[in-house]
Every structure is written in C-alpha cells, then in structure tokens.
C-alpha cells in the first residue's frame, strides 16, 4: 500500500479559511492541510478542536479524509470536543463586576460545559476578599486561586488543565494569557498591559487556536466569548442556569423566582442559602431577556 494513502489521526489547531493546521496525535508534528472537495458540497466546515482523518501529501502538507463526530462543541468561540471551560476572573486591576463573572457562567451553562473558576492576581486581594468570593462561588464551582506574577496556584491549574480540552474565557486584562505562559512558558503568548484610563486590558488574542501542553491535554486561548448577548435564551430556560436554584420545588411549576408566591428560591435567598449577588445577577438577566423578547414581538 502507498504510504501517502494511510490515513492518519489529528486535531485540528487552527483553521485558515479552506486551510487546516492539523497536530498528529501521535507525533505531534503539525501539517497544513487543504479538505476534500466533499465537505464544501455537503455545506460541512470543520473547526478548531475537530479531530479528523488525515493522509500526508508531501514535506508538511496532506489532505483532511474525514471528520470525527464532536463529543461537544462550543458556539462562541467556535470549538469542538471540549471538556471544559475556563472562566478568569479578578476582583482588581481589573475589577470584573459580579454580574459579568455570572454572565460568563450563564453562558457555559447553557453550553452544558463543566465550569472551573480561576480568580487570579490574588496576590492583590485581601484574605476578606478571596474568602468573600470563595463563599458565593465555592459551592458553586471549583475555584483556582493564582497569580501569575507570585507563581501562587499555578500546580493546581494544571492539575485541572491535564489531558482535556480547555476553553479559556473571561474579559480583556484577567489575565489568561499571562496564565497560560506562566504554565508553559514555550507557549510565548502576547499579554497586555491594562490601560490606565479604562482599568481593563487590550484584546491581545485574535483567533481561537488549539495550544498543546506539555503536561498532557490542549487549551484554547481566545479573545474571549465572540458575545456575551443573551439573545436566545428563553426566561423558562434562565432558571436552570442558575444551578443553586433548586427546580420543582415551588408552588407553581413556572414560578420566575420574582414575586410569586410559594416561591421556594425566595425562602432560600431570604435564608442566605442563595447569594444576593447571584440572585440580582438572575434579575438583571431576567429583565433583559424580557426586554428582548417584547422588542421580537414588536417587530
């Protein structure tokens, strides 16, 4: 048989248009790979993460065969077979509002991805403050505790990253490629500096590329979630992003967790058993996907 015909196992790192840049399970080395003319007839288009069947064509160049089923796949940024996602937040420089941190969330959720929080820069956070967020989220979600600048949780982070597929989200200047360098530092990812006057970063990361480590497993460095819009995601739909908020146990199985009565959600909140933050976070949701389903109808 002609070797040129043995198909080959990849991943697909980073996509160029009609042009792949596909890692070789095996050897890891990378090829830029055209597709057959089958899949723009049959409208399918590969993404970042796919793992497909490749044959070597010449030096480091082949041809995509085939295209493996996704395990799952992530909209926005578009990617494929992840396990999990990555959410970078800080409590200063930059400050991210709680409501942005839950929004993060609401939309992973919605993906049904599994979630690990990483509060970074911690180095300049009070003992009050870490202890703060740890008792709204911690329940919640596996928290990371990091900086990159101290080497402060950074064995723990990996531990986590090992051998998945890791999306990592959050907004400008958190910090995610700073992590990511500071875990493998032969990554050598651009990092920006936060701008003083808006007291968040610059986008330093253009396109959503698949990043081999060293320690077993691959993470996606992104420019973050193409949108942090809620616009499809229905109120009935909201409340079981909210993972705290226990389902079928209010009066009225369509209870909003507003103002109706028997509702078990409020008895909770009014307990301390829900965060107020979280709650607010739900409200502030709620009103703005009621917002966009009157401006639907209206049109």
């Known amino acids: 048989m002609d070797s040129k015909k043995v198909r080959n196992r990849g991943i697909v790192v980073k996509f160029y248009s009609n042009l792949l840049v596909v890692e070789d399970i095996d050897s890891g ?22 793992f497909v069947e490749y ?17 799952t796949e992530l909209k926005k940024p578009s990617v494929a077979n992840v396990d999990q996602v990555v959410i970078v937040t800080t409590i200063e420089k930059p400050e991210v509002p709680f409501d942005i941190l839950d929004r993060f969330i609401m ?23 870490i202890n703060q967020f740890g008792s709204i989220y911690g329940k919640l979600y596996p928290i990371v505790k990091t900086s990159a600048l101290k080497n402060i949780g950074l064995e723990d982070l990996k531990e986590h990253l090992k051998d998945k597929i890791s999306v990592f989200a959050g907004m400008s200047g958190v910090g995610k490629s700073s992590l990511l360098n500071a875990i493998e530092s032969n990554l050598k990812l651009r990092t920006g500096e936060i701008s003083e006057k808006l ?17 077993g497993g691959w993470v996606v460095d992104t420019p973050g979630f193409a949108s942090l819009e809620i616009d ?7 409340r079981g992003l909210f993972i705290e908020f226990p389902t079928d146990m209010c009066y009225f ?10 509702c078990y959600v409020k008895e909770l909140l009014s307990k301390g058993k829900i ?3 979280r709650y607010e976070s739900y409200q502030k949701f709620l009103k703005e996907i009621e917002e966009l389903e009157r401006t639907h109808k209206e049109k």
């Open 199 to 215: 007291g968040r970063g610059k986008h330093t990361t253009t396109a959503a590329e698949l990043l081999r480590l060293s320690f």
């Open 253 to 262: 199985p369509d209870c909003l967790h507003i103002d109706e009565p028997g």
């Open 232 to 238: 499809g995601i229905s109120m009935d739909r909201l």
């Open 55 to 71: 044959t070597h064509v010449v030096n480091n160049e082949g041809v995509v065969e085939n295209i493996l089923n996704r395990r």
């Open 275 to 277: 965060s107020t933050s």
């Open 107 to 129: 939309l992973v959720e919605n993906e049904r991805l599994p979630i690990v929080i990483v509060l970074n820069k911690i180095d300049l956070l009070s003992d009050e403050k």
């Open 29 to 50: 080395d990378r090829l830029l790979c055209k597709l057959r003319g089958k899949f723009k007839k049959q409208g399918i288009r590969p993404i970042t993460g796919d």
